[in-house]
Structure formats: structure tokens, C-alpha cells
């Protein structure tokens, strides 16, 4: 995660809910099955009081806070990760040191999680990390069960629209990053998330006027947020939405 460079704009890890939100349902293997459940529910399970506030998720990795190892991006500070989370944003989580999770074995994992989780209680005890992504966006097979266990969900890199029956552990997104997406490709994501009442994740690194490869311009971040409302598709954080799913 790195600190965006345009005030007042949303950045990495904005979700992006069919309306209504899927409910999922779950299957004895661990997968899900998406079907339709009604605005009633979703206001229901959120409640009044969000109103228009736009929600974002930010998968963070405590050992790279307030680092400079990259010429192409500012990492975050203490400051800024509190700030996000009473701001109301959702603090997920990385492994602390973001390195892969395919690369560690069982113990090492559940190390890097629970240094990551100490981190930031450490911040402020009221951040609770239920969701995770896997750094790089790589995957691991022989990890999803005990990945499960510590998280509601993990978010890989994976293109597509999460529709049907779904892997909640494996989770597909489409990226926010300008040398990747364009306006006609966020357009044609949100029809197909429509068309087979789908979820639809989008991720980024950073957002600025001169963004990072990985990276999103404000104009691309304002795109896809104005065919959300457009659209009238509601913003969820990860959490959000799948306390809507009802996962």
C-alpha cells in the first residue's frame, strides 16, 4: 500500500457490488454460490448510517510502513493507516514482509500473519484485519485451507468477475492501473458484472496524477466510481460486502 498523491480520492482495494449484492451460499468444500438478495437486506445488514461514504479496502504489509525502497511510489506512514481506519475505511492484510505466500510453509505463514495482525493492534486495537490478498497476487493452493481459517477472504490478481460459485479464497479482481485498463475496459467489466449478477473487485497500488506502473490516475480512480453511480451499483469494502453475501 502507498499513500495516494490526490487528496480526497479513494485508492487501492475498492469494491465494487453488483446491485443487489449476491448472497453467498455456502457449499461443504469451502466455495460459495452467488444468488440475488434483495436492497432490503443489504440496507438491512449496513445499516443507515454509511449514506454515501465510498469504502475502501487497503492491504497492508506492517514491515513496508514508512519505507522508501521504491523510487515510483511514497509507502504509508502510522499516521496515514490510523487516519484510514477512522476514517472508515478496512485495514486487510498482507504478509508483514509481503512476501509470497506459494514461498513459506505452514509455520511461516501463520508467523507473518500474526506479526502482521500485533502490528496493528499495536496502531490502534480497534483495526480488526479479517481479509487478506496475496502479495504479488500470487496464490497458493497448499495454503488456501489454512488461509481460510484466519480470513474471511483472499483477493488474488486474477481478472474476472466474481459470479456463480465463487472461491472466497481465491477471489478474482480487475486492475485500477492505467498501462492495464482503460475507460471502455471499466465499462465492459461493470456489463459483466450486470449480465451475470456478479461482484466486481477492482485493485490498485496507488493513485496520482503521475501514477506508478501498478498505479491509477484520478481520472481513471473518478471513471469507475461515476459508472458505479451511473450505474447505481453501491461501493463496498471487502468486509462490507461480505457481510452483505452474508458469508
Known sequence: MVRSK???QPSAGDAFARRPLSNAQRHPDGQFHLRRCSEKRRNDRLGNSRGSRRAGTFYVSGGLVGTTKSPDWTAVDVEDIVALHRRGHEIGCHTFSHKRACDLDAESLAAEIERNRRYFRSLDPSIKVENFAYP??????VRK???ATAF????????????????????RAMPL?????DRDGIERAFDEAQTNNGWLIFYS???ADAPSPYGSSPALMNHAL?????????????AEALLCAGA
Open 152 to 171: 474471511q477472504s483472499c483477493r488474488s490478481i486474477v481478472p474476472g468477475v466474481n459470479s456463480g460459485t465463487v472461491d472466497l479464497q481465491f477471489l
Open 136 to 141: 504479488f497476487g500470487y496464490g497458493a493452493f
Open 177 to 181: 492501473i492505467d498501462r492495464r485498463m
Open 6 to 8: 490526490s487528496e480526497g
Open 145 to 147: 485451507r489454512q488461509l
Open 205 to 207: 497500488h496507488d493513485v
Open 226 to 238: 461515476e459508472a458505479a453511480s451511473r450505474r447505481q451499483i453501491p461501493v463496498l469494502n471487502m
